[in-house]
Nanobody, 120 residues
Framework: EVQLVESGGDLVQPGGSLRLSCVVSGFTFTSYSMSWVRQAPGKGLEWVSSMDADGRFESYVRSVKGRFAISRDNAKNTVYLQMNSLKPEDTAVYYC?????????????WGKGTLVTVSS
């Protein structure tokens, strides 16, 4: 059974930090690129950050560049999102996504999300 389980969401004051984790099971973690996608209240999904399967390349949406850092530990089947200098506009449910192309088809797996609230 494929599982992606996010954790680490919390209520934090502006300027604070959080580290989100996503532990995966049920598929070959090292074959999948990993991403974080968020959904703010009343808004659509927004891609936040991605890292390739080898952990060599990472990318970020402009609004979080320099504040967030994605990383992965292939030995632990876990991807992280370190979030610093948090702003109220970072408030959202953060989802973990795994993606690979298998036999020419794109395969996506999703977690259920973890809520980050940035407020004083």
């Amino acid at each position: 059974e494929v599982q992606l389980v996010e954790s680490g969401g919390d209520l934090v004051q502006p300027g604070g930090s959080l580290r989100l984790s996503c532990v995966v099971s049920g598929f070959t973690f090292t074959s999948y690129s990993m991403s974080w996608v968020r959904q703010a209240p009343g808004k659509g999904l927004e891609w936040v950050s991605s890292m390739d399967a080898d952990g060599r390349f990472e990318s970020y949406v402009r609004s979080v560049k320099g504040r967030f850092a994605i990383s992965r530990d292939n030995a632990k089947n876990t991807v992280y999102l370190q979030m610093n200098s948090l702003k109220p506009e970072d408030t959202a449910v953060y989802y973990c996504n795994a993606r690979a192309v298998v036999a020419g088809l794109t395969v996506d797996y999703w977690g259920k999300g973890t809520l980050v609230t940035v407020s004083s």
